[in-house]
């Protein structure tokens, strides 16, 4: 509206463009703007005063302002390192999520924010995201947040990133974006990388706990033994669960994994690796996967960093939980298929029909012909 459009000019925003100036500008004209924005080196310099009752406008946890233009004064090379490295009294710890594109790693990273501000009151997270830049245009769609709800919280705090770079899963200023959020009092702080391919392992030198989102669609099993981060992620999550193949998948990878670091004894289900379905409402292997991070989280850096929530304890009620059954995926598109059939079959007999009809009128016409 245009009211809240002003109060976000107000807070600091330089532009938000309406539907009326899509139409007056177009899609170009509004291009232009933004970079003739850019160049811009007199945009005033608006500034936040916090309230009487020492809260910022928008009610958020932190000034996240000031944090977002000293991540962008680091993108522009304007950032000094001793700015980057403030020490705080509190130790946040630094998610890492990686994995191949398409395999819904915002998804996952937004349930994860979720049930954190949720098992955790008092505590606030931030949300490093970064997309790849391509090579032709230098440009970047930052658009890991369309896959978020859970960011839009005043505990909660969410920056995209470009790799800049045509080559890299993350940004050369991933470690200062970090720093800063870290100097800015958050809790816990999850940087999510570009998609990646199978070689790289560049996410386990920025954070203290690696998850490594895969989905059942890796192709045949030999391709497995390529994958670094089978050897480096702390968890390893196979989302998208609910396809056709995805429990054949989490055994191989099971198997993988169990090569990889020689734990050949070991049990399938106290292996780091399970299966997920984002997408799907209190997804019990969502639910899994929390409790697994904060486990791994106090067994490698000995800090209580949530509280467990609620998880079913056998497969079947993991079944149970889903809205349409495993085993009905696909049984309206049966239904269909069968009524599509089935009513092609009626048209197929009734053109039949239809020609009987005729030559049986034409027969009797020729019997009802008087002999000449």
């Known amino acids: 509206l245009p009211k809240e459009m002003e109060e976000l000019h107000q807070y600091g925003i330089t532009k938000i463009y309406s539907p009326d100036d899509g139409r007056k500008m177009g899609l170009e004209g509004m291009i232009e703007d933004v970079i003739a924005l850019c160049k811009n080196e007199h945009i005033p310099n608006r500034k936040i005063h916090k309230k009487s009752n020492g809260k910022y406008p928008l009610g958020e946890a932190h000034d996240i302002q000031h944090l977002a233009r000293a991540i962008t004064t680091a993108e522009a090379k304007q950032h000094t390192a001793g700015d980057a490295s403030i020490t705080t009294n509190h130790t946040p710890v630094v998610i890492g999520i990686t994995g191949t594109g398409g395999a819904g790693k915002s998804s996952v990273t937004d349930e994860i924010v979720r049930r954190y501000l949720a098992a955790c009151t008092d505590k606030t997270i931030a949300v490093i995201s970064v997309d790849p830049s391509k090579k032709k245009t230098g440009g970047a769609l930052l658009g890991d947040r369309i896959r978020m709800n859970a960011i839009s919280h005043p505990r909660a705090y969410m920056r995209s990133l470009a790799t800049r770079e045509d080559n890299a899963a993350l940004s050369s200023v991933s470690n200062q974006a970090i720093a800063l959020c870290k100097a800015e009092g958050y809790d816990c702080i999850v940087l999510e990388s570009a998609g990646v391919g199978q070689s790289d392992v560049s996410i386990v030198d920025h954070c203290d706990i690696s998850i490594y989102v895969m989905t059942p669609e890796y192709g045949a099993a030999s391709q497995l033994e390529k994958i670094n981060m089978l050897d480096y992620a702390d968890i390893i999550v196979i989302n998208k669960f609910d396809k056709p193949g995805a429990e054949d998948a989490l055994i191989d990878v099971r198997k993988q994994y169990k090569r990889n670091h020689q734990l050949f004894t070991v049990k399938d289900d106290s292996l780091p690796v399970l299966g997920v379905c984002a997408s799907r409402f209190n997804d019990d292997g969502i639910n899994r996967l929390f409790n697994l991070l904060t486990e791994k989280i106090k067994e490698k850096l000995h800090i209580e960093w949530a509280p467990k929530i609620a ?36 048209n197929d007999q009734s053109a039949i029909a239809t020609q009987l009809y005729q030559l049986k009128g034409s027969i009797d016409i020729l019997h009802k012909t008087p002999e000449k």
């Open 311 to 346: 998880q079913a304890g056998n497969k079947e009620a993991i079944k149970k939980s889903s809205i349409i059954p495993d085993k009905r995926i696909r049984y309206l598109g049966e239904i269909s298929e069968t009524i599509r059939n089935y009513n092609n079959w009626v």
